[in-house]
C-alpha cells in the first residue's frame, strides 16, 4: 500500500495506472474520480494519483457525513466565564479574592470578577448563554458545549499554534491543511483550504494556516475580507489584459497544440494533468469570483446574516462550503480582537455583537439548506480568560482594572451539526471558571474528536517525514466519545 | 515487528516459548523497556530480565501471576481504565498485542531461560551494522566491463537484463541539446547549439561536439545558479528568521550565503570542502574573507522559533545530520532513535557542540558562527524537556559512524572537528547521500528512494554497485561535483529516449532500471527562467541581493535569486511546489494544480514577457506577411519549424484575435501626465508622464499632495487638477494609424465649492477641439469626426481655473474610428484606463506568444 509521503513525491507515476488511462481512453479527471478504494484500512487514504493532483476528492478512513468544516476563531481568546459558562458562585463572591485557586497566568491578577452579563436558558436543553450570544443560542440545541478545553500555556503564539496545528513550537501541518491532505476537494474550481481574516493577519500570521512538511498546495489560502474585489482576493484570479473571448481563444489554441503534442508522447498522465489544469483555471475565474460576491444572495439571506465584515465572511463561509470547500476558517480579525485584558464589557459587548447575528443565521441558513449535518461548526478562541481580574502593570491596561487575562486552564469551545451531539454540555471548570476540573479536554483531544468525526482515527491519519509517521495528535490525544452523537 | 530466529535455545521448541519470543519480547523491547529496562526502573520496576518480571512486585501486587491474566498488574495496567494507572503512558497498546500479553500469561508465561532481553536489545542494536548505508564503500569489480563501455551504463544494463530488458535507444541530438542545457544550466539551449548540434549529428561528429558542449555548460556560471538552487532546498534558505514577535525579522545577509553556494559551485569547490566550509568556515583558511564565512549560513539561516535555543539547535541539528548524511537524528531529541543507531545520547554530544558556538554579536556579517570561550558539556534533555537534565555526555560525533568508544572532540566547541568527520572519505554517508542527490536530479528519482534517510527502515537502493561505484569516483575525482555530473551525462543511460515502452512497463512499471530516460516537468525556476531567457530580457548577473519576484513582474534577474520570505511564503511558491523553507527539504513536491494555470494565463510577469517577445519579432511582419513571423515566433519559443497544419492554426488564431480587437474594445494608445497650456499659442508645450503609477492612480508621488505636482492626479474616471495652468492634468490619447476619428464623453465638476475646472479637448495639428468650464455640473463632450495620423494626439487637458481648491473632476471620453459609416474600433478612456506603465492590453502577437509559453512542449523536457 501507498501512503503519500516525502519519499517518493512521484510514486504515483505508476505505469500500471498509465496504461490504464491509454487502455480505456479515460481523462485523468476520470481516473481521478473513481479514486484508490482499495487497501485503506489503515493510515491516511493513500491515492497514488496525487503526484499530479493532490486535490481529488479521496474517502476518509471511516464513514462520515461530514464534508466540510467550518472554523469560528474567536482570536485573542473570548472569555468563557462571560459568554458560555455561567458561574453562579462567581457572580456570588465578587470582589474575593482566591490566592488558592488563583492560578499563574500571563500577568498579575486580583479578585474574582464577575460577569456583567445576564445569563439565560435556550431551547429545550435549558442550556445558559450570555446576553452575548443571543442569536448564536437559539442554536443551543444543536450544540456540544465543551466548557472543560484546556492548553499548554497562557501566551497567545503558543496556544495559536497548539489550536491549529497540534503543536506549539515546532513547524507542523495544520487541521485545514491535515483535512484537505486526507480527503482532497470536491471542487477543484476552488481552492479547498481558505483562511478569512479581514484587515490582516492574526497573530503567528499565516503559520496558523501553514502546510508544515505536508506540500505547499494544502496550505490555506489566505483571504482578507476587508476587501471585495475578486482580484485582491485570490491571486492571478483576474486579467484585464486579455479578455475572456481572448483567453477562451488562447485555451482552444493551447488545447489543440497539447493534444498533437500528446499524440506524440502518448499515454503520459503528467501531460494529461497539466492539460486539465488550464480546463480548471479558466473556470474557476468565473467560480470563485462567483463565490466571494456576496451581493448574489437574496436580500433576505443577507438581512438575516447583517451587516459588516463578520457578517459578509460568515455569509462568505457559507457560500464556500456549498461550492465544495473543504475546510473554512474565519478568523475575527487582525492581530487579537478578543484579548481583552481591560474594558472587557465594553469590547466584548462590541465583538460579539459583530458576529452573534451572523453565526446565529449560519446554523439557521445550514440547517435550511440541509447541509448542517455535512458541516461541523467549530468556535473558540486560542484559550480563554480569568474569573479574576486583571491588575494594571507599567506599560498595559492604562491603569484600568475592568479586564481579564488569559486562560489556558480551562475555557469553552463549541461545535455544532456535523454528528456532534446537541444540546450538551461536556465537562466543567472549578466553581469560579478558572479551570477545567470535571472531563478535561485538552486541545488535542479536540482534535482526535474533530478526526473522528470527519472520518479519521487520529492515530492511522499519518505522514511520514524525517525518518517517522507524524500526526495531527502527535503522540496524544483521546476521542471524546461524549461529544458524538 | 520482526524477531528473526531464536537465539539458539532448546526450550524454543516449546510452541508457548515461540509465542514469548515473537509476540511478547518484541513488545517488551520496543514498548516497556525504555523505562523499565537495563537505564531506568521506574517505580522499581524491571522488564528485561526473566525473573524480575516473573517474581516482581509492586507495592505486593505481582506484576505476573501466571495463569491469571485478571490477577497480573502487568496486564490490568495495559487496559487503560480508570481503576488502574495506565501503561505504556504514552499510548496504549492495540488490542492485538493486549490479548497476546493476556494469552502469554493465561499460558503460564513461559518466558525461556535462555537469554535476557539486554543481551536481545544489544543483538538488535547491533543488527544495523549490516545495514548497506553504513558500510563501508566498495569500489566495485569493473573487470568484465567490455570495452567503451561506460561504467554506468555497464550497471544499469546488468539489472535490465535479468528482467529481459534493454535500454531505449539513444535521443536525438535536438532532444539530448535541450535535455543537457536544462539539466546543467536551468535554461534553453541556444538556438544556434541546437543547429550545431544537428550539423554534428549528421556529419558524424556528435560525440565529440556533445563533450564540448557539456564543458561548455559546466563551466558557463549558470551551471552554478542551477545547481545552486538544489542546495538551497537541502540548507532551507530563507532571506527571513520566520515569526520572532517583534524583532527585526530580516536576514540581511542572506544572499550572501547563496552567492557562496553559487561561486562554490561555479569553482567546483571539492565537495568535502564544501561541507566543511558550511559547519566551520570560522577555523579553515580564508577564515579571515567574508565571502567565505557567508558559507555558515548553512547553519545559521534557520528558523528563529521566537529564540527558542533548544529549538534552534534542534534545527541545526536536523539540516546537519538530514541534510549531509541523510540520517534522522531529531528524532531522538525526546528518545534514543526507533530504527536508526542513534540514541539520545549522539543527539545531546551534537547539541553540545551547536551550544558552545555563538553567533557574534555585533557584527555586520550575521552568518557565522564563533566557538564560545569555554564549551558547553552537554547533558541529555530527558523525554526533550531541556529543565529534565539527564546524564552528561561527551561533545562527539555519532557513534554509529564513529564507534562507540570514539574520543569527545577537544578543540574548542568541536565544530571543526565535526566537520572534518562528516565530510571524510572514512564515512560512507556523506559520499552516498551527495552522489544519489545528484543522480536525483539528473534522473527525476534517486538510486535511493529517500534521499535524506539512508536509515534501516527505508527501502534499499536500486543499483547498489552503482552507488557504490560513484561514490567511488567522485570520491577519487577529489570530490569533484562536475566530474561526477559530467561523468553521468555522458553515459548512454542518461543520453537514450525518454519514449515510453509497454515492454519495459511491463516488468518495470515505475521505470526504476532505466530502460528509458523519464521525461520531467520544468520546476518553477526552470520554468520562470526560461521564460526570462526566451523573452531576450533576463538579467544574468551572477549573484547579489535578493529580489522580490512574487511582488514585482518586471524583475528580470533568475529564479535563484528571489526573496524567501519563510513566515509567510508567498502563494506563488507554494503553488509552484518550492519546499517549505522551515526545515531541510529532501526533495520536491511535484503537483499540477488550477492555481498554476491561473499564474500562467494572468500574471502580469507572463504577459510582459509574451510582450517582449512579440516586440523581437515586430519587424518580421510589416513586410512579409503574418506566416513569417508566427513561423519565426514559433521557432523563438518552442524552438523547432512549426508543421503546416500548426501554422494554420496559428495564423487563425492571430486572425482572431485581430478579428475581436478591430472590433471590441480597442488598443491603448493612453498616457497619463501633466503639462503647460500655452494661451498664446493655444497649445500644449510641455507634456510629462506622471513619475507614479499605481493604486488606481497616475500622479506626482505615491502621497498627495505631491511637493512638485501638487494635487494633480488621474484615475480611471476622472481626477484632480495641478497648480496653475504649468501643471494641468493631461489624458493624452495617441493614434496609431492614419484613420476618422470622432469625440465622445463627458466632464463633470460635481462640489458647489470652489470655480470648478476647465477641458480643452486639443488635437496636435489642428488645434482646440473643445473647451468647457465645469463648475458645480457634468456637461458633454464632443467632437466632430476629423482626420488624425498615425503619431498624432487628442489631449483631454484640465486645468483649475482661478482657484485650485475643489477641484478634483468626473470624466469620461469615448474615441471612434470609422471607415465608410462603419465603426471599426473604440477606445474608452475608463475601460482602458490601466495604472501600470506599459500594463497594456496583449495585442494578438502577445496573446500567441503567450500561448505558446503555456504548452506542454515548452515545460517539459524529453
Redesign the interface.
Known amino acids: 500500500m501507498h501512503t503519500f509521503s516525502?519519499?517518493?513525491?512521484?510514486?504515483a507515476?505508476?505505469?500500471?495506472r498509465?496504461?490504464m488511462l491509454s487502455r480505456c481512453g479515460m481523462g485523468f479527471g476520470a481516473l481521478a474520480m473513481t479514486g484508490f478504494l482499495n487497501d485503506r484500512s489503515v493510515k491516511a487514504a493513500p491515492f497514488p494519483e496525487?503526484?499530479?493532483?493532490?486535490?481529488s476528492p479521496k474517502p476518509a478512513q471511516f464513514p462520515s457525513k461530514v464534508k466540510h468544516v467550518i472554523h469560528l476563531f474567536m482570536n485573542g481568546g473570548p472569555s468563557h466565564v462571560d459568554t458560555f459558562d455561567p458561574k453562579p458562585e462567581l457572580q456570588r463572591r465578587g470582589g474575593e479574592s482566591i490566592s488558592a485557586g488563583n492560578l499563574s497566568t500571563e500577568r498579575p491578577t486580583g479578585a474574582l470578577f464577575p460577569s456583567p452579563f445576564r445569563f439565560r436558558r435556550y431551547g429545550e436543553s435549558g442550556i445558559q448563554v450570555s446576553e452575548l450570544f443571543h442569536h448564536t443560542a437559539q442554536h443551543v440545541d444543536d450544540m456540544a458545549i465543551i466548557n472543560s478545553m484546556h492548553a499548554d500555556v497562557p501566551n497567545h503564539?503558543p496556544s495559536l499554534l497548539l489550536m491549529n496545528c497540534g503543536e506549539a513550537?515546532?513547524?507542523r501541518p495544520s487541521m485545514g491543511s491535515w483535512l484537505t491532505y486526507g480527503l482532497g476537494t470536491e471542487n477543484?474550481?476552488m481552492?479547498a483550504f481558505v483562511a478569512m481574516c479581514p484587515g490582516g493577519?492574526p497573530i503567528?500570521?499565516?503559520?496558523n494556516w501553514?502546510?508544515?512538511?505536508l506540500?505547499?498546495?494544502f496550505?490555506g489560502?489566505?483571504i482578507d475580507t476587508k476587501h471585495t474585489e475578486i482580484e485582491k482576493l485570490i491571486?492571478?484570479?483576474?486579467?484585464?489584459?486579455?479578455?475572456r473571448?481572448?483567453?477562451a481563444?488562447?485555451l482552444?489554441?493551447?488545447r489543440?497544440?497539447?493534444k498533437?503534442?500528446?499524440e506524440e508522447?502518448?499515454?503520459?498522465a503528467?501531460?494529461e494533468?497539466?492539460?486539465?489544469?488550464?480546463e480548471?483555471?479558466?473556470r474557476?475565474?468565473t467560480e470563485a469570483a462567483d463565490a466571494f460576491d456576496v451581493s448574489r444572495e437574496p436580500r433576505h439571506i443577507r438581512e438575516m446574516y447583517g451587516d459588516g465584515v463578520q457578517a459578509r465572511q460568515i455569509l462568505i463561509a457559507r457560500r464556500l462550503i456549498e461550492r465544495g470547500v473543504r475546510f473554512v476558517q474565519v478568523w475575527h480579525g487582525e492581530g487579537q480582537p478578543w484579548d481583552n485584558h481591560d474594558d472587557i464589557e465594553v469590547n466584548h459587548r462590541r465583538l460579539a455583537k459583530q458576529c452573534d447575528q451572523a453565526i446565529g443565521a449560519l446554523l439557521t441558513d445550514l440547517k435550511q439548506r440541509g447541509m448542517l449535518e455535512e458541516t461541523l461548526i467549530i468556535w473558540g478562541g486560542e484559550f480563554g480568560r480569568t474569573p479574576v481580574v486583571e491588575l494594571p502593570k507599567q506599560g498595559a491596561n492604562a491603569g484600568k482594572i475592568n479586564g481579564r487575562d488569559h486562560n489556558h486552564w480551562g475555557f469553552t469551545t463549541w461545535m455544532a451539526g456535523g454528528g456532534v451531539k446537541g444540546g450538551y454540555v461536556h465537562g466543567a471548570t472549578d466553581e469560579f471558571g478558572f479551570k477545567a476540573v470535571e472531563k478535561p479536554v485538552h486541545v488535542h483531544d479536540l482534535h482526535a474528536t474533530i478526526l473522528k468525526l470527519i472520518g479519521f482515527d487520529h492515530?492511522k491519519f499519518t505522514y511520514r517525514y524525517?525518518?517517522?509517521d507524524f500526526r495531527l495528535t502527535d503522540?496524544h490525544g483521546h476521542v471524546v466519545d461524549e461529544l458524538i452523537a | 515487528m520482526t524477531l528473526t530466529q531464536c537465539p539458539g535455545n532448546a526450550t524454543c521448541a516449546d510452541e508457548r516459548g515461540d509465542f514469548f519470543e515473537t509476540n511478547i519480547r518484541p513488545l517488551l523491547l520496543d514498548r516497556c523497556v525504555e523505562c523499565h529496562g537495563g537505564t531506568k526502573q521506574e517505580n522499581g520496576v524491571r522488564l528485561d530480565r526473566r525473573n524480575d518480571l516473573l517474581q516482581g512486585k509492586v507495592s505486593d501486587t505481582p506484576l505476573v501471576v501466571p495463569g491469571n491474566p485478571a490477577e497480573s498488574r502487568i496486564a490490568r495496567v495495559l487496559e487503560h481504565s480508570k481503576d488502574d494507572i495506565s501503561m505504556p503512558p504514552s499510548k496504549k497498546l492495540s488490542d492485538a498485542e493486549i490479548a497476546a500479553v493476556q494469552k502469554w500469561i493465561a499460558d503460564g508465561a513461559v518466558w525461556p531461560e535462555s537469554s535476557d532481553l539486554e543481551t536481545e536489545a544489544r543483538r538488535r542494536v547491533e543488527k544495523w551494522r549490516e545495514h548497506w548505508a553504513f558500510q563501508a564503500v566498495q569500489s566495485p569489480d569493473l573487470s568484465s566491463l567490455h570495452e567503451g563501455q561506460h561504467p554506468v551504463d555497464f550497471f544499469v544494463d546488468q539489472a535490465l537484463v535479468q528482467k529481459s530488458l534493454e535500454r531505449s535507444e539513444p535521443a536525438s541530438a535536438k532532444v539530448l541539446v535541450r535535455r543537457l542545457a536544462f539539466a546543467l544550466t536551468g535554461l534553453p539551449p541556444e538556438l544556434a547549439d541546437l543547429m550545431a548540434a544537428e550539423q554534428a549529428e549528421a556529419s558524424g561528429q556528435l560525440s565529440e561536439w556533445k563533450s564540448a558542449y557539456v564543458n561548455r555548460l559546466l563551466a558557463s556560471p549558470q551551471y552554478g545558479e542551477r545547481w545552486g538552487r538544489y542546495w538551497l532546498d537541502v540548507s532551507r534558505y530563507s532571506d527571513t528568521k520566520g515569526y520572532v514577535f517583534m524583532e527585526d525579522r530580516e536576514y540581511p545577509d542572506a544572499w550572501r550565503y547563496r552567492e557562496w553556494v553559487v561561486n562554490s559551485l561555479n569553482n567546483d569547490m571539492p565537495y568535502d570542502e564544501f561541507l566543511k566550509r558550511q559547519l566551520a568556515a570560522d577555523r579553515m583558511p580564508g577564515s579571515e574573507d567574508p565571502a567565505q564565512l557567508a558559507a555558515m549560513g548553512y547553519l545559521t539561516l534557520g528558523r528563529r522559533f521566537l529564540n527558542n535555543t533548544a529549538d534552534i539547535i534542534d534545527d541545526r541539528i536536523d539540516v546537519v545530520s538530514r541534510g549531509m548524511l541523510g540520517l534522522t537524528a531529531s528524532c531522538a531529541r525526546c528518545h534514543d532513535h526507533k530504527f536508526d543507531p542513534i540514541p539520545t545520547a549522539d543527539y545531546y554530544s551534537l547539541y553540545g557542540v551547536f551550544a558552545s558556538s555563538d553567533e557574534p554579536k555585533n557584527e555586520p556579517s550575521t552568518l557565522r558562527l564563533i566557538d564560545r570561550p569555554q564549551p558547553v558539556e552537554p547533558v541529555i534533555f530527558v523525554r526533550g524537556q531541556p529543565h529534565n537534565h539527564g546524564a552528561q555526555v561527551p561533545r562527539r560525533f555519532f557513534t554509529a559512524l564513529s564507534g562507540p568508544n570514539a574520543e569527545p572532540f577537544k578543540d574548542g566547541s568541536g565544530r571543526l572537528e565535526l566537520a572534518n568527520a562528516i565530510a571524510s572519505s572514512a564515512n560512507p554517508l556523506a559520499g552516498r547521500v551527495a552522489v544519489n542527490r545528484i543522480w536525483m536530479h539528473l534522473f527525476g528519482k534517486g538510486l535511493v528512494d529517500s534521499p535524506s534517510d539512508f536509515g534501516v527502515r527505508t527501502v534499499p537502493p536500486t543499483h547498489p554497485q552503482l552507488l557504490d561505484y560513484l561514490t567511488d569516483y567522485f570520491v577519487k575525482q577529489g570530490w569533484s561535483q562536475k566530474a561526477l555530473i559530467r561523468h553521468i551525462v555522458t553515459s548512454n543511460t542518461w543520453q537514450q529516449k525518454s519514449d515510453r515502452r509497454l515492454d519495459a512497463e511491463k516488468a518495470d512499471p515505475e521505470n526504476r532500471l532505466y530502460a528509458r530516460m523519464h521525461r520531467s516537468r520544468l520546476d518553477f525556476e526552470s520554468q520562470r527562467d526560461a521564460i526570462l531567457a526566451i523573452s531576450g530580457k533576463m538579467d544574468r548577473t551572477i549573484g547579489g541581493k535578493s529580489a522580490d519576484i512574487a511582488a514585482d513582474p518586471n524583475i528580470l534577474r533568475r529564479t535563484i535569486y528571489a526573496r524567501i520570505d519563510r513566515q509567510n511564503l508567498p502563494g506563488l511558491f507554494r503553488t509552484f511546489d518550492l519546499p517549505n523553507p522551515d526545515a531541510h527539504a529532501p526533495r520536491r513536491f511535484e503537483t499540477t494544480v488550477p492555481q498554476q494555470a491561473l499564474f500562467q494565463l494572468n500574471n502580469p510577469f507572463v504577459m510582459n514577457r509574451a510582450v517582449d517577445i512579440a516586440e523581437q519579432t515586430k519587424d518580421v511582419s510589416a513586410t512579409d506577411g503574418p506566416g513569417k513571423r508566427i513561423r519565426q515566433m514559433f521557432l523563438h519559443v518552442l524552438q523547432r519549424e512549426p508543421a503546416e497544419t500548426e501554422l494554420t492554426e496559428l495564423t487563425a488564431f492571430v486572425e482572431e484575435i485581430q478579428a475581436k480587437q478591430d472590433i471590441g474594445g480597442g488598443l491603448p494608445g493612453w498616457s497619463y501626465g501633466y503639462g503647460t497650456f500655452d494661451e498664446a499659442s493655444k497649445s500644449l508645450t510641455a507634456f510629462t508622464i506622471f513619475p507614479f503609477a499605481g493604486e488606481g492612480k497616475w500622479q506626482g508621488g505615491k502621497d498627495l499632495p505631491d511637493a512638485k505636482l501638487g494635487w494633480a492626479t488621474l484615475n480611471k474616471s476622472g481626477g484632480h487638477t495641478g497648480h496653475g495652468l504649468s501643471f494641468c492634468a493631461v489624458r493624452r490619447w495617441t493614434s496609431e494609424v492614419d484613420c476618422r476619428v470622432a469625440v465622445n464623453g463627458v466632464i463633470g465638476h460635481e462640489q458647489e465649492m470652489g470655480d470648478g475646472v476647465r477641458l480643452r479637448v486639443v488635437n496636435s495639428r489642428l488645434g482646440i477641439l473643445q473647451d468647457v468650464v465645469a463648475e458645480n455640473v457634468t456637461l458633454p463632450v464632443a467632437a466632430a469626426p476629423f482626420d488624425i495620423r498615425a503619431g498624432e494626439s487628442i489631449d483631454f487637458i484640465v486645468d483649475c481655473r482661478v482657484d485650485e481648491s475643489h477641484d478634483s473632476f468626473r470624466s469620461k471620453f469615448m474615441i471612434t474610428q470609422s471607415a465608410d459609416g462603419k465603426v471599426l474600433r473604440g477606445w474608452n478612456s475608463e475601460d482602458d484606463f490601466r495604472d501600470q506603465p506599459g500594463a497594456s492590453r496583449l495585442d494578438a502577437w502577445a496573446q500567441l506568444a503567450q500561448a505558446l509559453l503555456l504548452t506542454n512542449e515548452f515545460v517539459f523536457v524529453d
Open positions: 516525502e519519499t517518493d513525491p512521484q510514486s507515476i505508476a505505469v500500471g498509465r496504461g496525487a503526484a499530479f493532483n493532490p486535490m503564539e513550537r515546532l513547524v477543484e474550481n481552492p493577519y503567528q500570521e499565516s503559520q501553514q502546510s508544515g512538511f506540500p505547499g498546495v496550505q489560502t489566505y491571486e492571478n484570479i483576474r486579467n484585464d489584459r486579455v479578455n473571448s481572448e483567453q481563444a488562447q482552444q489554441l493551447l489543440s497544440l497539447n498533437r503534442h500528446l508522447h502518448p499515454g503520459d503528467q501531460l494533468a497539466r492539460i486539465q489544469s488550464f480548471l483555471a479558466f474557476m475565474q492515530e524525517a525518518g517517522r503522540v
